[in-house]
């Protein structure tokens, strides 16, 4: 069975400009020309030789030197960027109100966004069961509507991250950005982001609930796992997921990415991450 979250902002019209809102405030670090669209942009000047265009001469370092200089360009490159967005059970469940896979679709649609502001093409591909890849596009109006897709999950939807990962790893034809979105949740994954890491750029964005480090203390009781049925007796004190290892599994990985808990302010955490990406690992 299907279900629709909450609604972000109501109607859609107001969703859509808060995306836009969102995306305005994300950066994507200093080297903006990974992110440009088809053009030329500057490289370098060098001396004036015989048969250079006059109108290519830079003539404030020809000003400076005394010696005629010309400028050189290159073409710029459209990076594409995908989103890969879990949308398996365990992200759909949480002990905080905005859980996270409310983060997960709010941030991919601003990232993506943002890329296109930018002339990145964008394309998605869905980490759970469901059949949901659309390929990198610069329009504005097909990520709104996958978005909205993105809005519905389903508490049964198993987790398919690794093998999605893994098909887009082998389609890939060039160098491409890809934001990856997850609980990481699926071990599996983590082997196939290392692949990627190798011949793309790869951003993790690690969301993480506060249960799933700690439950509050309330004695013993039962659980079952959201995306497999496992069934376990628990304490207060038991953690479900091991958040030293995977961040060890990362870092050792040379992996980009940030761990975000969602029972603090995510956005600013973001912002920061976004701004200033060329460190790994933050916490």
Known sequence: MSYLLPPITN??????????????????????????????EYAQSRKYEPGDPVKLIDWRVTARTGKP???????????????????????CVGSVERNKYYWAVRLAAGIGQAGLERLSPVGLIAGGERDLRITPTLSSQSLLQWAEQLRQFDFQERTQLSTRLRTLAASLKSRSIVFVLSDLHDEGSLE???????NHELVVLWLQDPAEVKLPRGGIFRAREAETGTKAVLHGWT?????DRIRESLVQSGIEFLHIPIDEPVLPRVRYFLKHRKSLGHD
């Open 11 to 40: 109607p859609r019209r107001q969703f859509e400009f808060e995306i836009k809102l969102l995306a305005d405030s994300l950066s994507f670090g200093g080297d903006a020309s990974r992110f440009l669209g088809s053009g030329l």
């Open 69 to 91: 200089f010309v400028k050189e360009y290159e073409a710029a490159r459209q990076v594409p960027i995908y989103l890969a967005v879990d949308t398996s059970a365990s992200m």
């Open 192 to 198: 196939v982001m290392e692949l990627l890491a190798t």
């Open 239 to 243: 953690k479900l997921t091991s958040s």
